[in-house]
């Protein structure tokens, strides 16, 4: 089965893909992961991406949907995958499209998570970060006392992209760009909603359960 991730940052969707990934056995494939290889390994498309991103320019997409393609070309991706961060944009949703196509594949199913811009206010409002060992809480699920990190001690500190404004301007942004993608897997019925306005282990079990309705047996 080969499945693609969308949902706004924070929405839990890297968590949900990962347990995902363990139950039905199929490799979790995030963006990051993909450069990070590309970029230690060397390959021609890492040398290439590396030059825009250390200039902090955007990489272009015919280097990111090259080191996609050739990342689900590998052995271990044949049974399936999941796909966490790419695509972005409709353009990188066609290609994605075509470039399986050539071997007979399709991604089955986009879930989309969704969540309330006041949840995800919340969620990463109460998230506070350990500047030694970069460990995340919620101050909500965990006991926190006096700032301090129960791991190693460490003082907690919300990061600066965690405050209102700035989710808001990131929801905003978010949605501009993804709705045109939303609207390509709505249109070719491949689309499945799973509501994450609850805890994240709730997530997983709608998205076991929205695979289920739409046919896809776990
Ligand atoms: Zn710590």
Redesign the pocket.
């Known amino acids: 089965m080969n499945l693609i991730f969308l949902g706004a940052p924070g929405a839990g969707k890297g968590t949900a893909a990962t347990k995902l990934s363990e139950l039905l056995d199929i490799p979790h494939i995030s963006t990051g992961d993909i450069f990070r290889t590309n970029i230690s390994n060397g390959t021609e498309l890492g040398k290439l991406a590396d030059q825009y991103i250390s200039k902090g320019n955007l990489v272009p997409d015919d280097v990111t949907i090259g080191m996609v393609k050739a990342r689900l070309s590998e052995p271990e991706c044949q049974k399936g995958f999941i796909l966490d961060g790419f695509p972005r944009t409709l353009g990188q949703a066609e290609a994605l499209d075509r470039f399986l196509a050539e071997d007979g594949r399709k991604i089955d199913r986009a879930i989309d998570i969704v969540l309330s811009e006041a949840t995800l206010v919340e969620r990463l409002t109460n998230r506070r970060v ?1 500047v ?2 970069k ?1 995340s809480y919620n101050l909500k699920t965990h006991k926190i006392a006096d700032n301090t ?1 129960p ?2 001690g ?1 003082s907690l500190i919300m990061r600066d992209d965690d405050n209102p404004q700035v989710i808001a301007a990131r929801m905003v942004a978010y949605h501009k760009d993804t709705e045109p993608l939303i609207d390509y897997y709505v249109r070719s019925r491949r689309l499945v909603r799973v509501n994450s306005e609850e805890k994240i282990a709730d997530t997983f079990a709608n998205i076991l359960t929205a695979l289920e309705i739409r046919g896809i047996k776990i």
């Open positions: 350990c030694a060992c460990l990190c791991v190693c460490g």
